[in-house]
């Protein structure tokens, strides 16, 4: 039996997929066009995001409450150079007509504009939004966004969402969530937070084990590990009515990994051995996907799903190995490090992150193309850093460590760098999977 790492069940190495947020909907409408005003590389974009007005005490109060939102959503993300708006940024000489000095914005290297006005119509709060191409002075998008009170951080974060595809073509993090597991209760539950370590919010109370969640890519299903029977079962529970399906095999589950919609792996040892099966959501198997006498743990799909990275001790100690669905071909992916594990395949599809326990005694994580070149080295000479997962832009990666003692959730670029610490929860927290839907 493969031992894997301490403070998990023996033979198991956990893989988490990730949790979709159901993002608040907000009216929105837009004029303008949407481009893509920066290509990958060439570094990040030189943003004045004004300060918002607004048309009253109580709108001026939303209005700071937005400003702080979107500032931090938008640094979080680092991909911007947030850059202070000028004193001459407007003339409010005519409140009907704002005037934008668009030479004072370029003269402090700014490239793009974002400024609003918070307004209020019973109690929806409507925040409208303009964003310019400064250079030409070119209006690249006007949009509103409603809610109340207490949607106040979601409306800002739909803005950044917005903002964020317009001016780089790509899915952002915002509204997107991270699950994990802590023991701040005494017990293993698994929780969730906001994609900047906000909001965080408990999800399981079995008072037991629970642990590995994986959330299907509509959101309607979660798939979780559970030892309230005394064994690790797999769980699939609808989000939608509250129904709860087991997999009807007295055996070991361990590792769940959606394929789609309908279909979630894991592992399974019903018959002997450890192997990777597909089980549909009502709890039935629907087919076998690895076929080995050694242990087959950790699936995890590419973005279209037809081909599966997983764990396996075929040639010895853990190694990664890509399989493609329809043929059942496998091919061995990882050759450099001794102990390879928790893979995680990006959802630009493009490179695989995983963790290497290594002679030292340190656990670091790097990623590797699919294809078996690129090998990158992410984190070094700070302990034990585990169970990577991707943000749904494939520009971050959210992984455990603990290098400063406890195990917490730290994270950092996709290419290593900037890391940073999630959150600051009571107790260890463990096992985190990042949305890769929003």
């Known amino acids: 039996m493969i031992q894997f790492f301490r403070g998990i069940v023996p033979g198991v190495v956990t893989l988490l997929f990730c949790l979709v947020f159901f993002p608040l909907h907000l009216n929105a409408t837009e004029a303008g066009e949407y481009i893509a005003i920066r290509k990958e590389g060439t570094g990040n974009v030189a943003l004045v995001l004004d300060n918002l007005d607004g048309k009253g005490r109580k709108e001026m109060r939303f209005a700071q409450a937005l400003d702080a939102a979107m500032h931090d959503g938008l640094d ?122 906000y909001g965080v919010k408990q999800l399981t109370n079995s008072r037991s084990i629970s642990m590995n969640p994986a959330l299907s890519p509509d959101g309607k299903h979660l798939a979780y590990i559970d030892f309230t029977s005394g064994r690790p079962t797999l769980y699939i529970r609808s989000l939608v009515d509250g129904g709860i399906a087991a997999v009807g095999k007295s055996a070991v589950s361990i590792d769940p990994g959606w394929r789609n919609n309908r279909e979630v792996a894991a592992t399974l040892s019903f018959d002997g051995n450890q192997e990777i099966y597909l089980v549909n959501i009502n709890g039935t198997l629907s087919s076998r996907v690895t076929n080995s006498k ?92 585990k169970s990577p997962s991707w943000s749904p832009d494939g520009q971050m990666i959210v992984f455990t460590s603990n290098r400063q003692g406890k195990e917490k959730l730290y994270v950092m670029s996709s290419k290593g760098g900037d890391e940073r610490l999630l959150l600051q929860v009571d107790g260890v927290q463990t096992q985190p999977s990042w949305s890769l839907f929003r």
């Open 294 to 385: 050694s242990i087959d743990i950790s699936p995890t799909f590419s973005p279209d799903g037809s081909k599966m990275a997983f764990v396996s001790s075929r040639n010895g100690l853990p190694q990664l190995f890509i399989q493609d669905i329809a043929s059942g071909q496998v091919k061995r992916l990882t050759f450099s490090g001794r102990y390879n594990t928790q893979p995680s395949w990006s959802p630009v599809g493009d490179k695989i992150v995983y963790t290497t326990w290594e002679k030292n005694g340190e656990i670091n994580i790097f990623t590797i193309n699919a294809d078996g070149s690129g090998l990158m080295q992410l984190t070094q000479k700070c302990g034990e850093n």
């Open 76 to 197: 979080f993300t680092k991909l911007f150079a947030l850059i202070p708006p000028p004193l001459n940024v407007k003339d409010n000489s005519d409140r009907k007509n704002v005037v934008l000095n668009f030479p004072a914005l370029t003269s402090v290297g700014a490239e793009v504009y974002a400024g609003g006005v918070v307004t209020m119509k019973s109690d929806t709060i409507i925040l409208d939004m303009k964003v310019y191409e400064t250079a030409g002075s070119k209006l690249l998008m006007n949009k509103t966004y409603t809610g109340t009170e207490a949607d106040l951080r979601s409306i800002g974060h739909a803005f950044c969402a917005d903002l964020v595809e317009l001016l780089t073509g790509k899915k952002s993090v915002f509204g997107s969530k991270i699950v994990f597991v802590s023991n701040k209760t005494g017990f293993k539950e698994i929780y969730a937070c906001d994609f900047d370590g």
